[in-house]
Structures are given as structure tokens and as C-alpha cells.
């Protein structure tokens, strides 16, 4: 924990991409944008792989998880020199990344952790868990996820083990990315404001007490 009289203005939140869309896509720029809105600084970075994809146009598979991890390292100490106060993060696998990261017992002097849409488990292999080290993760966790997520949907939520470290928010209707039906009469900007409100909530309350 850190000392409760920090301000949100004082932490910064290195966030990380999914599989399929670099740190510049239409999402992670609009999402940035919210949380920075708060007064949190937001660090976007690309992982290896999505650096090559982008310099040369082709289309390429995530790398293994212990080089995953590596460049995620590599960006906390490289952001450590400037940002006292650093909450590590990602949408879909960059979240994963992350908090397996934070998980680890050497690398807990980051503050906390927010995934944006946890991959639990693949599409209909719901046996292929990814989230047993949630179960005694000691850093401050926040999941936000879609009600609907076919990676890990409300329902699925509900049933896992998480340790008292880790909470979640589940967001109205929304898929993967967030995004609900029309029908739902919930829109994709209302439940981005939603989960942008749950982590200055998360820092105040979880992090900065």
C-alpha cells in the first residue's frame, strides 16, 4: 500500500495492448484518453511482436508469455525512473500479462493492477483457465469485464476463486471490448466512463489507502 494523502494525479498506468491491436488502435487511444481525464498519467507501449506488425504491415502471433513478460519488465523499469507511483495493466492479454507480472513475488513494487477484459479462457474451452494465480495474487487487483465477454462472461465471473486482493466491476451488456448491444439501451462510451470511474475508485480506495 501507499501513503493514502496520494493524489490520482500522481500515479501513472502503464498499459499494454491486446493480441490483435497495437497501442494505437481506435480503443486503447479512447480509453487512454478517459482515464487521463481522472488526472492519471497513461503510458501505452507495444509489445515486440506488435512493434514488427507495425513497421512491416504483416500480421503476427503474440509472443511466448516469458518474452511477453520480459518487455512488460523492461517498460515498468524503464517508466520506474521517472513515476513513483506506477499501476501496471492491459486490455485482454496485456492485462494477463500484467498481473502475472505482479504476481510473482520479486516483482510486487508496482502499486496495482487493472485488466481490462480478462481472457479467462478461450472461446468455449472453458477447462483452459488463466487465472490461478488470481487466487493469491497479493498486489491490489481490478478486473473490469464485460457482462457478455466470451472470454469470461458475468456469470464466469461470479464462480471463480479470486484472491481478497483482486475485485472486479462487471459492465451492462458489454463484450470483450466493452461494447454493448443497442438494444441494451447502454452505450459503449457510458460503459467506458463506467469502468474509468471504477479504477480512480480502485486507486483511491485499494492503492492510495
Known sequence: MVNKKIMLSEFTLLLA????????????????????????KVVRFNFPYMDKSVKDGKRRPPDR??????????QIEKLSLDARHIIIGGKSMGGRVASLIAAEPDRQSVAGVVCLGFPFTPPGKPEQFRGEHLKSIQVPTLIIQGERDKFGGHEQVEQ??????????????????????????????????????????????????
Do not use: C
Open 17 to 40: 495492448h491486446g493480441a490483435g491491436a497495437d497501442k494505437d488502435s481506435e480503443w486503447m487511444v479512447n480509453f487512454s484518453l478517459a482515464v487521463e481525464a481522472l488526472g492519471i
Open 65 to 74: 508469455m516469458p518474452k511477453l513478460q520480459e518487455a512488460f519488465i523492461a
Open 160 to 209: 471463480y476463486e479470486f484472491s481478497e486482493q483482486v475485485s472486479y466491476v462487471i459492465l451492462q451488456d458489454g463484450d470483450h471490448s466493452f461494447v454493448p448491444r443497442v438494444r441494451s439501451g447502454v452505450t459503449l462510451q457510458e460503459n467506458i466512463q463506467r469502468a474509468v470511474k471504477s479504477i480512480g475508485k480502485f486507486i483511491e480506495t485499494s492503492v492510495a489507502s
